[in-house]
């Protein structure tokens, strides 16, 4: 018979004896995760236009780039237009996932069904390492509501397709864990592996760096050495690609210039972005527009309430850094959902209001919200014409 005090423990998460062993745990989140990428594909298929298929949209928009990358290398050159305007190109594109799809083709599979392969994988991964992050910082339940709130949330499609997010995802949970647990060896490999994956990498390094930080004064002399040497390897990622990308280019701003040209992704301190929610709020006349804008502004109130809260330090430093990377970039106003993918911080406030609910109340307001998550997501790959 369950006792009361066994009763209470489930019903809050935070304490009392296990009902599944940790194996148990791991095969529900792996169902989770296969659940809501099979009904997001689900939605591509009955969203689709006539002609298209699942495939199509899953290997759309930058997906191309990185399956061009992965086959052909990265340019040596820019690359002009007709008109002699210059464009973007693959130098764009940050090295890991081309390198990994390229290496899951030698099995034999296509460079596009690597490419889905790859980020299949890793979203798996992701969701694993979420759900323990999650279970670490404050307790199972609340470790699952974190880790459908990522993997449902509204641009979660790209966790369906070829694009980096799936495996930079992976990687930032995974050093985010490593540095909690002090295991500051595999902190800088995965954190090194993030910045070579994505430019957030270098919000994902300077949390790492804050993490060696913060172990500093109760650290022995060589767990301080180990550390910082671990967090500064990570940390050197970013700035070597960006070197090495100007140096094949001839030119140490290529990087930069390309990202301009192609995506028009030009930090402006949020100027672009407040034009951007000003308009809209005042005039804007598409659905889409005005859901990007409430995301963007929802993104950065869940984002003080976090803080407000006083979570993991580290944590506070990649949510904040990688908002600002987000929120103060010109582009695509479009593509910032997706871009919000990787800013665990967001969706903290969320994770932990429901880690103190009861499960009936837990399980249909995740149910609604990955409906709606994994519908949006799969109209703007559809239906929406532009980039994402």
């Known amino acids: 018979m369950t006792t009361v005090t066994e009763a209470a423990a489930e019903d809050t998460g935070r304490a009392g004896p296990e009902r599944f062993s940790p194996l148990w745990h791991v095969a529900i989140i792996l169902a989770l995760y296969v659940l809501l990428r099979g009904l997001q594909s689900a939605a591509i298929g009955w969203l689709a236009q006539p002609g ?17 990358v992965a086959g052909e290398g990265y340019p040596t050159n820019y690359s ?5 305007v210059l464009v973007g190109n693959g130098i764009a594109f940050f090295p890991l996932y081309p390198a990994l799809i390229r290496l899951t083709s030698f099995t034999g599979l296509s460079l ?10 890793c979203g798996a991964a992701a969701a694993l390492a979420l ?3 999650g279970t ?39 050093a985010l864990l490593a540095a909690h647990k002090r295991a500051w060896i595999p902190m800088g490999v995965l954190g090194l592996a993030g910045a070579l994956t994505r430019p957030t990498g270098f919000a994902l390094t300077v949390a790492l760096g804050v993490a060696a930080l913060l172990a500093w004064r109760t650290s022995t002399t060589r767990e301080r050495i180990t550390s910082l040497t671990a967090a500064g390897v990570a940390m050197a990622g970013t700035p070597a690609y960006l070197l090495w990308a100007g140096h094949r280019i001839g030119d140490w701003d290529a990087w930069f210039r390309i990202q301009t040209a192609g995506w028009g992704s030009t930090f402006d301190f949020g100027r672009t972005t407040l034009a951007f929610l000003d308009g809209t709020m005042r005039t804007g006349n598409s659905w889409v527009q005005v859901s990007v804008a409430w995301i963007l502004i929802g993104a950065v ?13 580290p944590l506070v430093a990649y949510g904040l850094v990688t908002l600002v990377l987000v929120v103060g970039q010109g582009g695509y106003y479009h593509s910032k959902p ?8 967001v969706l903290l406030p969320l994770a932990t209001a429901l880690g103190r609910a009861r499960w009936r109340t837990i399980v249909p307001a995740l149910a609604g919200y990955a409906a709606f998550g994994l519908w949006y997501g799969a109209y703007l790959v559809t239906v929406w014409p532009y980039t994402i």
């Open 52 to 68: 298209a298929t699942v495939a199509d949209s899953l290997l759309s928009w930058d997906a191309g780039w990185f399956v061009t």
């Open 112 to 121: 596009p069904d690597a490419a889905l392969v790859v980020t299949w994988v």
């Open 338 to 345: 997706r871009l919000l993918v990787p800013v665990l911080l």
């Open 131 to 133: 759900f323990q992050l």
């Open 301 to 313: 109130v869940l984002a003080f309430v976090a803080v407000l809260h006083r979570p993991w330090w």
């Open 136 to 174: 670490r910082l404050y307790d199972r339940r609340t470790g699952y509501a974190l880790t459908v709130l990522v993997i449902a949330q509204p641009m979660s499609v790209v966790l369906n397709m070829g694009y980096s997010e799936g495996l930079f995802l992976a990687l930032a949970s995974g």
């Open 80 to 84: 002009y237009d007709q008109d002699g």
